[in-house]
């Protein structure tokens, strides 16, 4: 073990952690932004929208997220007509490619996770909104997603930690990620051992901490689905 | 006489230690013109004729082994070969890992741009651009020292690189000028494409050519292969394999 090597170079190890938390939180964020609307579409079966929605489910959640990487970053480059449009000034940058990429397979993958949590909400929370004499709209935001977002917590916590994992494909379109940052290690020194074992403890120690972190919101949001200890009879 | 002697057993008692009598040499097969895979499947090119009239000079059978370049230092140190003929340069970095011989050629690495492009080889001139190298290879380390202003991007291979250079995210790649030479400019991709720029060899970044990388321990086969290297120079054998590639002298100084 050189572990001194690895202390050396702590500094690309930084920038690792850095880049890959930060695609790996942007992109859940996107892939949120895009996944309730059409969750809650999905759900309701609207006509024109849903069909479109689960073309593009189907279609990320069909494909390796390498493949999807390299369609949108070595895939586009190759026609001119998006080299020379304003798309490449966002394309020509691998950062953005990867965010688009990883956002679209996160949307796709959280789309269908909102949607069996909207298609599976206990009828009496709707029908006591009814019966309160809320408007659709007031029940879609005060009961429906509020509700759906807290029952699909574990899964979305899932989705979290895969997309933690799915990241490292940003190393491959030339981005300095924690696997990065591994691979250069090794390629410098030859040592696979080292560099890829500092990767392996850097991600799971961020896994851990997200996995500590979902867990502490299913306790908060959870907590009425919890089983509890019934009080004896007297 | 008695040298001859002991060189000439340790050459034995090494071809007894490995399987069948022989010796097993990693090559790459994937850096043309110095190693490539041919149609039928057999690995061809300057590499490969170096290790032959090397092992012929030794008297040692030889078989080439295809090994990818991330793990052929790793497969010399599990002994699935006992030699690397794979133009690899000699680095300090590596060689706190394995040991090599004397260098068997040596050739400067350079700039490749887009025809035109009005770029200068120096520090400032470079400023600001964006310069695409071979992760791990001697070019990263000459960049990242010679050109701090540039932005460096790394690449799993030389071909990806070119990949980037042909669709402007790179403004110039680095890499051996042979290499880039016959791999890229001379093939149809690399058309409006040309080298700029001086050639560098810095002995501090580029090491000192490439070399055959043996294992530490194997100080007889290193120095036999050494003293291969300086026969075959001597018996003209060496300029007749270089002959069949290049039309330049690819030793150096």
Redesign the interface.
């Known amino acids: 073990m050189r572990v001194d090597l690895v202390l050396d170079n702590w500094q690309m190890f930084a920038h690792g952690v850095w880049l890959t938390l930060q695609l790996t939180f942007l992109s859940i964020l996107i892939g949120f932004l895009i996944a309730l609307p059409s969750g809650i579409i999905r759900a309701r079966r609207k006509p024109f929208w849903s069909p479109a929605i689960n073309v593009y489910v189907y279609v990320f959640r069909g494909t390796p997220l390498l493949v999807q990487t390299f369609l949108i970053y070595y895939g586009l480059s190759q026609f001119a007509f998006i080299r020379e449009s304003w798309a490449w000034t966002i394309l020509r940058d691998p950062w953005w490619c990867a965010l688009i990429a990883f956002s679209l397979n996160s949307g796709a993958y959280a789309t269908e996770i909102i949607r069996g949590a909207v298609e599976t909400t206990p009828k009496g929370e709707l029908e006591a909104a009814a019966a309160l004499g809320m408007t659709p709209r007031q029940t879609d935001c005060l009961v429906l997603i509020p509700s759906a977002l807290r029952r699909a917590l574990p899964q979305y916590g899932n989705e979290v930690v895969f997309m933690l994992h799915g990241s490292v494909v940003a190393s491959v379109i030339t981005l300095q990620d924690i696997l990065g940052a591994g691979r250069t290690l090794n390629a410098k020194y030859y040592l696979a051992y080292e560099g890829f074992l500092t990767a392996a403890v850097l991600y799971m120690a961020i896994t851990f901490s997200l996995v500590a972190v979902f867990r502490a919101l299913e306790r908060r949001y959870l907590k009425h689905l919890r089983p509890t200890r019934t009080p004896a009879l007297p | 006489m008695k040298h001859m002697f002991g060189t000439s057993l340790a050459a034995l008692l090494l071809a007894a230690g490995t399987q069948a009598m022989a010796m097993d040499i990693c090559v790459e097969g994937a850096y043309p013109p110095f190693s490539e895979t041919a149609d039928d499947g057999s690995i061809v090119g300057f590499d490969i004729d170096i290790a032959n009239a090397l092992c012929a000079e030794i008297g040692v059978d030889c078989t080439m082994v295809k090994t990818d370049w ?1 793990g052929i ?2 497969a010399l140190l599990e002994k699935k070969c006992d030699a690397i003929v794979a133009s690899m340069s000699i680095t300090p ?2 060689m ?2 394995i040991d090599f011989t004397a260098k068997y050629y040596q050739t400067p690495a350079m700039f490749v741009a887009p025809e035109g492009a009005d770029l200068v080889d120096s520090a400032e001139g470079m400023a600001g651009k964006r310069i695409g190298v071979q ?3 001697i070019h ?2 000459f960049v990242e020292a010679a050109y701090p202003e540039s932005e460096i ?4 291979t030389q071909d ?1 690189a070119n ?2 250079l042909m ?3 790179v403004d110039a790649v680095m890499a051996d000028s042979v290499a880039l030479d016959l791999g890229f400019l001379k093939t149809d991709s690399g058309a409006g494409f040309a080298f700029f720029g001086e050639t560098h060899a810095d002995p501090q970044y580029h090491g000192d050519g490439a070399g055959i990388g043996v294992r530490k321990e194997d100080t007889d086969l290193r120095d036999q292969l050494s003293a291969a290297i300086d026969a075959i120079r001597e018996t003209g054998q060496y300029d007749e394999i270089a002959g069949k590639y290049f039309d330049f002298n690819v030793y150096g100084e």
């Open positions: 991330d230092i790793p970095e590596r706190e890992v992760r791990g290879s990263q380390g991007v790394l690449y799993g990806e990949l980037d669709s402007g995210r």
